[in-house]
Protein backbone atom coordinates (compact mmCIF):
# COMPACT_ATOMS: atom_id res chain seq x y z
CA UNK A 1 0.00 0.00 0.00
CA UNK A 2 1.42 3.32 -1.13
CA UNK A 3 1.45 6.17 1.78
CA UNK A 4 -0.94 9.15 1.01
CA UNK A 5 -1.46 12.77 2.18
CA UNK A 6 -3.99 15.08 2.44
CA UNK A 7 -4.44 18.94 2.44
CA UNK A 8 -7.60 20.42 2.74
CA UNK A 9 -9.16 19.51 -0.65
CA UNK A 10 -6.18 18.02 -1.91
CA UNK A 11 -4.62 14.59 -1.87
CA UNK A 12 -1.86 13.38 -3.15
CA UNK A 13 0.13 9.90 -3.24
CA UNK A 14 4.09 9.05 -3.25
CA UNK A 15 5.11 6.96 -5.92
CA UNK A 16 8.13 4.37 -6.05
CA UNK A 17 10.87 6.11 -7.91
CA UNK A 18 10.56 3.62 -10.95
CA UNK A 19 7.06 4.57 -12.06
CA UNK A 20 8.08 8.45 -12.52
CA UNK A 21 11.48 7.86 -14.49
CA UNK A 22 10.74 9.49 -17.82
CA UNK A 23 11.87 6.71 -19.94
CA UNK A 24 8.40 6.61 -22.01
CA UNK A 25 6.12 9.61 -23.19
CA UNK A 26 3.60 7.93 -20.61
CA UNK A 27 5.86 8.29 -17.56
CA UNK A 28 6.91 11.93 -18.64
CA UNK A 29 3.68 12.93 -18.53
CA UNK A 30 2.86 11.44 -15.25
CA UNK A 31 6.15 13.54 -14.04
CA UNK A 32 5.02 16.53 -15.17
CA UNK A 33 1.59 15.73 -13.34
CA UNK A 34 3.08 14.99 -9.92
CA UNK A 35 5.32 18.26 -10.61
CA UNK A 36 2.27 20.07 -11.37
CA UNK A 37 0.43 18.62 -8.14
CA UNK A 38 3.38 19.92 -6.00
CA UNK A 39 3.33 23.13 -7.03
CA UNK A 40 -0.53 23.59 -6.60
CA UNK A 41 -0.25 22.24 -3.10
CA UNK A 42 2.67 24.38 -2.13
CA UNK A 43 0.76 27.46 -3.88
CA UNK A 44 -2.25 26.23 -1.77
CA UNK A 45 -0.76 25.96 1.82
CA UNK A 46 1.38 29.72 1.04
CA UNK A 47 -1.73 31.51 0.06
CA UNK A 48 -3.94 30.22 2.26
CA UNK A 49 -2.61 28.76 4.77
CA UNK A 50 0.29 30.80 5.61
CA UNK A 51 -1.49 34.61 6.97
CA UNK A 52 -1.01 36.93 9.32
CA UNK A 53 -3.87 38.19 11.04
CA UNK A 54 -7.69 37.32 9.54
CA UNK A 55 -9.17 38.98 7.38
CA UNK A 56 -12.24 40.93 8.39
CA UNK A 57 -15.65 40.44 7.03
CA UNK A 58 -17.18 43.23 6.67
CA UNK A 59 -16.42 47.28 6.09
CA UNK A 60 -15.52 47.35 9.61
CA UNK A 61 -14.91 45.95 13.44
CA UNK A 62 -15.16 48.94 15.86
CA UNK A 63 -14.06 47.36 19.33
CA UNK A 64 -16.38 47.13 21.98
CA UNK A 65 -14.19 48.15 24.85
CA UNK A 66 -16.70 48.96 27.83
CA UNK A 67 -17.16 47.20 30.06
CA UNK A 68 -16.18 43.50 30.99
CA UNK A 69 -15.69 40.45 28.56
CA UNK A 70 -17.84 36.84 29.95
CA UNK A 71 -15.50 35.07 27.27
CA UNK A 72 -12.23 35.68 25.16
CA UNK A 73 -11.90 35.88 21.21
CA UNK A 74 -9.17 36.01 18.97
CA UNK A 75 -9.37 40.32 18.79
CA UNK A 76 -12.01 42.67 20.44
CA UNK A 77 -15.95 42.01 19.81
CA UNK A 78 -17.27 44.48 17.61
CA UNK A 79 -19.33 47.45 18.34
CA UNK A 80 -22.84 47.73 16.58
CA UNK A 81 -21.83 49.48 12.92
CA UNK A 82 -24.90 51.64 13.60
CA UNK A 83 -23.02 53.07 16.06
CA UNK A 84 -19.87 54.06 14.50
CA UNK A 85 -18.50 57.34 14.12
CA UNK A 86 -15.41 58.91 12.55
CA UNK A 87 -14.08 59.30 15.94
CA UNK A 88 -13.88 55.57 16.18
CA UNK A 89 -11.16 55.99 13.43
CA UNK A 90 -9.09 58.59 14.63
CA UNK A 91 -6.74 59.20 17.29
CA UNK A 92 -4.27 61.89 18.98
CA UNK A 93 -2.36 59.11 20.76
CA UNK A 94 1.16 59.82 18.63
CA UNK A 95 1.07 63.25 18.46
CA UNK A 96 2.93 63.65 22.04
CA UNK A 97 6.54 63.10 22.74
CA UNK A 98 6.74 60.19 25.82
CA UNK A 99 9.18 60.02 28.21
CA UNK A 100 12.31 58.03 27.58
CA UNK A 101 13.46 58.39 31.43
CA UNK A 102 11.42 55.98 32.13
CA UNK A 103 13.72 53.33 31.48
CA UNK A 104 17.69 53.36 31.04
CA UNK A 105 18.07 52.62 27.91
CA UNK A 106 16.12 56.17 27.39
CA UNK A 107 13.65 54.89 25.00
CA UNK A 108 9.50 54.91 24.86
CA UNK A 109 7.31 53.03 22.53
CA UNK A 110 3.75 54.67 21.90
CA UNK A 111 1.32 52.24 20.03
CA UNK A 112 -2.08 52.59 18.65
CA UNK A 113 -4.71 50.04 20.50
CA UNK A 114 -8.41 48.81 20.63
CA UNK A 115 -8.59 51.55 23.09
CA UNK A 116 -7.28 54.34 21.83
CA UNK A 117 -8.73 53.01 17.95
CA UNK A 118 -11.01 51.54 18.01
CA UNK A 119 -11.52 51.74 14.30
CA UNK A 120 -8.38 49.20 13.56
CA UNK A 121 -9.87 46.10 14.82
CA UNK A 122 -9.69 43.07 12.49
CA UNK A 123 -7.60 45.63 10.21
CA UNK A 124 -4.51 43.50 10.24
CA UNK A 125 -1.88 47.01 11.63
CA UNK A 126 -0.52 48.61 14.33
CA UNK A 127 1.23 52.12 14.32
CA UNK A 128 4.01 52.93 16.92
CA UNK A 129 5.57 56.61 17.58
CA UNK A 130 9.31 55.87 18.98
CA UNK A 131 10.91 58.39 20.99
CA UNK A 132 14.53 57.23 21.36
CA UNK A 133 16.86 59.86 23.89
CA UNK A 134 20.27 60.67 23.35
CA UNK A 135 22.31 57.40 22.71
CA UNK A 136 19.11 55.99 24.06
CA UNK A 137 18.63 51.86 22.71
CA UNK A 138 15.39 50.24 22.12
CA UNK A 139 17.28 46.58 22.86
CA UNK A 140 17.50 43.76 20.53
CA UNK A 141 13.82 42.16 20.01
CA UNK A 142 11.63 40.54 18.42
CA UNK A 143 7.83 40.78 16.92
CA UNK A 144 6.92 37.08 16.81
CA UNK A 145 3.77 38.03 14.56
CA UNK A 146 4.87 40.94 12.25
CA UNK A 147 6.95 42.41 9.62
CA UNK A 148 7.92 46.26 10.80
CA UNK A 149 8.36 49.27 8.57
CA UNK A 150 10.12 52.09 10.68
CA UNK A 151 10.45 55.77 9.09
CA UNK A 152 13.02 58.37 10.55
CA UNK A 153 11.20 61.64 11.19
CA UNK A 154 14.24 63.55 13.86
CA UNK A 155 17.41 62.68 14.31
CA UNK A 156 19.91 59.93 13.53
CA UNK A 157 20.13 56.10 13.80
CA UNK A 158 21.50 52.80 13.11
CA UNK A 159 19.08 50.18 13.05
CA UNK A 160 19.54 46.39 12.26
CA UNK A 161 18.76 43.01 12.02
CA UNK A 162 20.06 39.74 12.15
CA UNK A 163 19.06 36.77 9.84
CA UNK A 164 18.74 33.27 11.02
CA UNK A 165 22.13 32.31 9.62
CA UNK A 166 23.02 34.88 12.05
CA UNK A 167 24.06 37.71 9.35
CA UNK A 168 24.07 41.24 10.63
CA UNK A 169 21.60 43.72 8.35
CA UNK A 170 22.34 47.50 9.62
CA UNK A 171 22.10 50.95 8.46
CA UNK A 172 22.03 54.52 9.24
CA UNK A 173 19.08 56.75 8.68
CA UNK A 174 18.55 59.80 7.89
CA UNK A 175 15.66 61.90 8.51
CA UNK A 176 13.03 60.79 6.15
CA UNK A 177 15.00 57.31 5.31
CA UNK A 178 12.63 54.43 6.16
CA UNK A 179 14.17 50.76 6.67
CA UNK A 180 12.18 47.20 7.17
CA UNK A 181 12.43 44.67 9.57
CA UNK A 182 11.41 40.96 8.70
CA UNK A 183 8.82 39.16 10.96
CA UNK A 184 10.33 37.76 13.98
CA UNK A 185 14.20 38.45 13.61
CA UNK A 186 15.55 40.15 16.15
CA UNK A 187 16.73 43.99 15.41
CA UNK A 188 17.52 47.38 17.12
CA UNK A 189 17.27 51.09 17.02
CA UNK A 190 20.33 53.06 18.34
CA UNK A 191 20.26 56.83 18.41
CA UNK A 192 23.47 57.95 17.28
CA UNK A 193 23.39 61.54 18.31
CA UNK A 194 24.76 61.67 22.19
CA UNK A 195 22.34 64.81 22.79
CA UNK A 196 19.91 65.57 20.36
CA UNK A 197 16.65 62.83 20.62
CA UNK A 198 15.29 61.41 17.43
CA UNK A 199 11.41 60.84 16.47
CA UNK A 200 10.59 57.52 14.69
CA UNK A 201 7.20 56.15 13.19
CA UNK A 202 6.79 52.34 12.62
CA UNK A 203 3.94 50.37 11.22
CA UNK A 204 3.36 46.71 11.78
CA UNK A 205 1.23 44.01 10.04
CA UNK A 206 -0.55 42.64 13.09
CA UNK A 207 -3.07 44.17 15.22
CA UNK A 208 -1.39 42.16 18.04
CA UNK A 209 2.42 42.59 16.97
CA UNK A 210 3.88 41.17 20.17
CA UNK A 211 7.74 42.45 21.65
CA UNK A 212 9.93 40.25 23.19
CA UNK A 213 13.95 41.89 24.38
CA UNK A 214 15.90 39.09 23.88
CA UNK A 215 18.10 39.78 26.86
CA UNK A 216 14.64 40.01 29.46
CA UNK A 217 13.33 37.19 28.01
CA UNK A 218 16.43 35.39 28.81
CA UNK A 219 17.69 37.08 32.07
CA UNK A 220 14.07 38.09 33.76
CA UNK A 221 11.63 34.85 33.30
CA UNK A 222 9.28 34.24 35.96
CA UNK A 223 10.35 31.55 37.37
CA UNK A 224 13.78 31.54 36.53
CA UNK A 225 16.02 29.60 34.04
CA UNK A 226 18.05 27.26 35.86
CA UNK A 227 21.33 28.88 36.40
CA UNK A 228 23.46 25.83 34.64
CA UNK A 229 21.16 26.84 31.18
CA UNK A 230 22.64 29.96 31.36
CA UNK A 231 25.90 29.61 32.02
CA UNK A 232 26.21 26.94 29.47
CA UNK A 233 24.16 29.04 26.98
CA UNK A 234 26.70 32.48 27.14
CA UNK A 235 29.74 30.41 28.44
CA UNK A 236 29.73 32.92 32.03
CA UNK A 237 29.71 32.21 35.93
CA UNK A 238 27.01 32.22 38.33
CA UNK A 239 28.19 35.00 39.30
CA UNK A 240 27.59 36.88 35.77
CA UNK A 241 24.61 35.13 36.00
CA UNK A 242 23.53 37.12 39.17
CA UNK A 243 25.00 40.51 37.58
CA UNK A 244 23.09 40.25 34.28
CA UNK A 245 20.12 39.89 36.49
CA UNK A 246 20.24 42.30 39.21
CA UNK A 247 20.95 44.65 36.35
CA UNK A 248 17.98 43.67 34.24
CA UNK A 249 15.60 43.91 36.88
CA UNK A 250 15.44 40.14 37.31
Known amino acids: MLPSYSIPTCTFRLYPLELIQPQTPKRLLLLHTII ?30 QGSQPFFVNGVPCLNPADASPSHFTTTALSKPANTATNP ?48 IKGSLLVGFVDTTNRLFTQQLREG ?11 FLYNLDSKAPALAISGLTSQNPGAQLASA ?34
Request: hydrophobic letters at 45%; aromatic letters at 8%; glycine letters at 8%.
Open 177 to 187: DAFVFPKGLIH
Open 217 to 250: ATFTTKPSIPDDILKKAFQINGQDVSRIRRNLGG
Open 36 to 65: IMASFILYFFLIFMVKADPDPLQDYCIAQT
Open 105 to 152: LGFNVTLTTTRNLPGMNTLGLTMARIDIAGNGLVPPHTHPRASEVTIL
